[in-house]
């Protein structure tokens, strides 16, 4: 029994050595009965057969089933004001949670669900808005087919009208593309040689960021390797302090299960009723979708008179516009290519400034690679320490299984616990360096 007390007291003395954030232990000592009321709505309608589950340290303590009046009463036999969260589920709706919940005696935790299937008389009332809605559009195809129809006869008559002489539009267009052409191959002589020169700079700008991008890598590797074994430390002191706990749970499981039992026997029976009615439904907007596709049919029918009447006038007005557009389009070419022999000259002169500037990013990308491998040698350093420190801690470990000499073994853990300390100083400058000069040359 001494032994069993140093023990305990042992690993809450040592407790931030092992755990990030300070989590406290939960005190067994404190543990009571409480009763508590879940009570489940959705759209102000109770919610019958819903699934509840209270969960505390990833375990089910308790567990029920809504009733007709969408409530149910849990009763938790031990509780230690540990934080839970408490679940609802049900087939016709949305999950909901309540989480980080300190539980209270006597008090009431009501939701408010979101429907994800429709009830029986739901479906009845939209299959029966569909269904007029299915009639009015009915009515409106039959207004379109002869609309339709009075378009078709307009536009027949209107494209009769269309033509227009294209001659002169052809000649004014094909000064203007060769005036265009010339212009262009004196613009692209000048670019092929600024091209040349930008291509030079930007291989060597590319290699100096990849050389800064490939030494960044590695140093973001090995600091999350560093991070790892440290999680790797903090759950090994977990599993030796979850070994320590002891609390039996089978009468909550046995309350889980039985709760889904019910919980499925009611969502089953709810969704039969919402499938007949769903199947009811379909039936009726079956038929009304039928006389609707009637009606569309023939307004698709005389749509596409109207369409073909339109296509063939545009036609011709398009023969006329192109003409139009195609002596624009020559005569825009043409401004844009003296545009361009002035832009290439702009980009000889740009070319000559990225050629500098890449050079000075490939000096940047080398000193930073030369500063950061000084911190990567104190790095490896430190490493084998944190190894060192670890294999002791390994044996440590080990004898505190035993449980003998636990006032020694104490005191032994302590002068383990400073020297993790005094590493993790030495970590926390050490990444400081890093991070400035990773700062400074990105």
Do not use: C, W
């Amino acid at each position: 029994m001494k032994n069993s007390v140093l023990i305990f007291a042992f690993l809450l003395a040592f407790q931030p050595f092992y755990f990030a954030n300070n989590k406290i232990l939960t005190s067994y000592s404190s543990r009571e009965a409480i009763n508590l009321v879940v009570s489940v709505n959705s759209e102000n309608k109770p919610v019958e057969g819903a699934l509840i589950n209270v969960i505390a340290e990833n375990i089910s303590i308790a567990a029920g089933t809504t009733g007709a009046d969408g409530k149910v009463s849990l009763l938790i036999p031990s509780y230690g004001k540990q934080l839970a969260q408490i679940t609802v589920s049900h087939k016709m709706y949305r999950e909901d949670k309540l989480t980080d919940l300190i539980l209270e005696n006597s008090k009431t935790y009501s939701f408010n669900l979101r429907s994800r299937t429709a009830t029986a008389e739901e479906i009845t009332l939209e299959s029966s808005e569909k269904v007029e809605k299915y009639i009015e559009k009915t009515e409106k195809s039959e207004e379109k087919t002869i609309a339709y129809q009075s378009e078709a006869e307009r536009l027949a008559a209107e494209k009769a009208e269309v033509v227009k002489s294209q001659d002169q539009l052809i000649k004014e267009r094909e000064e203007a593309e060769r005036i265009a052409a010339e212009k262009r191959t004196l613009a692209d002589s000048k670019q092929a040689s600024v091209e040349e020169q930008k291509a030079a700079a930007e291989l060597q700008l590319s290699e100096a960021q990849k050389l800064k991008a490939e030494e960044l890598k590695r140093q973001e590797e090995a600091e999350k390797k560093r991070v790892e074994e440290a999680e790797q430390r903090k759950a090994a002191a977990e599993q030796n302090l979850n070994n320590l706990q002891n609390s039996t749970l089978t009468e909550a499981k046995e309350d889980e299960k039985q709760a889904k039992e019910e919980a499925e026997k009611k969502q089953g029976e709810q969704e039969k009723n919402a499938k007949e009615a769903e199947k009811q439904a379909k039936e009726k907007e079956e038929q009304a979708k039928n006389e609707k596709n009637s009606a569309k049919e023939k307004e698709e029918q005389a749509k596409e008179q109207a369409k073909n009447e339109k296509k063939a006038l545009e036609e011709e007005e398009k023969k006329a516009e192109a003409e139009k557009e195609a002596k624009k389009e020559a005569e825009k070419d043409a401004k844009e290519a003296e545009k361009d022999l002035k832009e290439a000259e702009k980009q000889a002169k740009e070319a000559e400034k990225q050629a500098k500037e890449a050079e000075k990013e490939a000096e940047k990308a080398a000193e930073m690679k030369a500063k950061l491998a000084v911190i990567d040698e104190e790095q490896e350093k430190l490493d084998k320490e944190f190894d060192k420190l670890d294999k002791e801690q390994e044996k440590l470990n080990k004898k505190i299984e035993k449980g003998k000499n636990l006032d020694k073994l104490a005191a032994d853990q302590e002068k383990l616990k400073d020297k993790l300390e005094k590493l993790e100083l030495k970590q926390a400058k050490l990444d400081e360096k890093r991070e400035k000069i990773e700062k400074k040359y990105k």
